[in-house]
């Protein structure tokens, strides 16, 4: 089994920045794409940002020039470096992972309980 844990949410005026974090831990053989979703109520969960297993990243055209996605291998953590928040930023944000566990040897996806990012204007 495979647990998410996100920390680092929480309320910050239009312009501020936060940083999200994400820990992976259990039996992890190895884990490919890491990534960041958030959802608003009534809205589907969309891609915020991500990235591979060897660095290659890919943004929300939304996000672009204002948020950083970053990941330690060794320690199976991702990061959301958030910057110029703008209060539509707000919603629930949901670290993503694609990981490949040692028993059974298969790769499935895994998501953490989310964490409220708000931005007040």
């Known amino acids: 089994q495979v647990q998410l844990v996100e920390s680092g949410g929480g309320l910050v005026q239009a312009g501020g920045s936060l940083r999200l974090s994400c820990a992976a831990s259990g039996s992890i053989l190895s884990i490919r794409s890491m990534g960041w979703y958030r959802q608003t109520p009534g809205k589907q969960r969309e891609l915020v940002a991500s990235?591979?297993?060897?660095?290659?990243?890919n943004y929300a055209d939304s996000v672009k020039g204002r948020f950083t996605i970053s990941r330690e291998n060794a320690k199976n953590t991702v990061s959301l470096q958030m910057n110029t928040l703008k209060p539509e930023d707000t919603a629930v944000y949901y670290c993503?992972?694609?990981?490949?566990?040692?028993?059974?040897?298969?790769?499935?996806?895994?998501w953490g309980q989310g964490t409220q990012v708000t931005v007040s204007s």
């Open positions: 990235v591979s297993s060897v660095g290659s990243t």
């Open positions: 993503n992972a694609g990981v490949v566990t040692s028993t059974p040897v298969r790769l499935s996806d895994y």
